[in-house]
């Protein structure tokens, strides 16, 4: 399906029948204990949320012992954003549902990514352990170095990277302009700084969409402008410890 990401199919022991669920595992052994174990950590911890999708179960090889190889989730029919066939579609509850879901990680749960696409915690971190002025690490017990001395202003721009990573996927999709694509983790960041220009918001002419243009760079833009004046909460309700 994607790098690192295939569907397979398992039998259900409480029904006795088989479905498909979507499988994640690392090609080097050597980071199983890193991003591989962040994300199950995080999955398995968060508390429900309808556009979050969670973690089903974790894949164990027992023969030659290598333990946990991966974990899968329930598989989403349907086609992926990229293989979507023209004319491609945009819906405005799409654009509510993604914001909403970065609202929940980051106020709700604490998680702030600073890499987002979609959604991927294999790098995740927490508020709790940033806050603790380098003293705390990440999620993740094989990262050996702690994490630097991050002021409430730090977290204020990690968090805001994740904002600006939504823009970004949401402008992908219905600008469909390829030098809007990065290279690198920092043109993600600049990348996402410059479509505060609304200037570069033209709808494609091979994609639908069901609300204008502009209404839906309105809507990020105060989404954006929101989360930029309001600080972080300093506990998250629903911490991911």
């Known amino acids: 399906m994607a790098h690192g990401i295939d569907k397979v199919s398992y039998m259900d ?18 980071v199983v204990g890193g991003g591989l174990w962040t994300d ?3 999955l398995g911890r968060l508390p429900p ?27 989403m029919s349907g086609y992926t954003l990229s293989h979507q066939q023209a004319p491609w579609s945009f819906l405005q509850k799409w654009l509510y549902e993604l914001m909403g879901a970065v609202d929940f990680l980051n106020l709700q749960c604490g998680i702030l990514h600073n890499d987002i696409v979609l959604l991927d915690l294999g790098s995740a971190g927490h508020t709790m352990a940033w806050r603790t002025g380098g003293k705390g690490r990440t999620i993740c017990p094989s990262v050996a170095t702690p994490l ?16 600006e990573h939504a823009t970004l996927a949401v402008a992908c999709r219905i600008v469909r302009d390829t ?30 969409l069901d609300a204008n243009i502009l209404a839906l760079y ?16 300093y506990d998250a309700p629903h911490p991911i410890t």
């Open 179 to 208: 030098s809007l694509y990065p290279r690198s983790l920092g043109e993600r960041n600049e990348m996402g700084r410059r479509l505060m220009n609304r200037e570069l918001w033209v709808r494609h002419a091979d994609v639908e």
């Open 49 to 75: 949320h309808p556009n979050v999708v969670s973690l089903l179960s974790l894949v164990v090889e027992e023969i030659s012992g290598l333990g946990v190889v991966g974990f899968t989730m329930p598989f």
């Open 13 to 30: 022991l409480s029904s006795g029948k088989r479905k498909l669920a979507t499988f994640k595992f690392p090609f080097n052994r050597d």
């Open 218 to 233: 309105d809507t990020l833009m105060v989404w954006t402008n929101k989360r930029r004046d309001d600080p972080l909460p």
């Open 40 to 42: 199950m950590q995080a």
């Open 148 to 163: 630097p001395a991050l002021s409430r202003g730090g977290m204020q721009e990690a968090a805001q990277s994740d904002v």
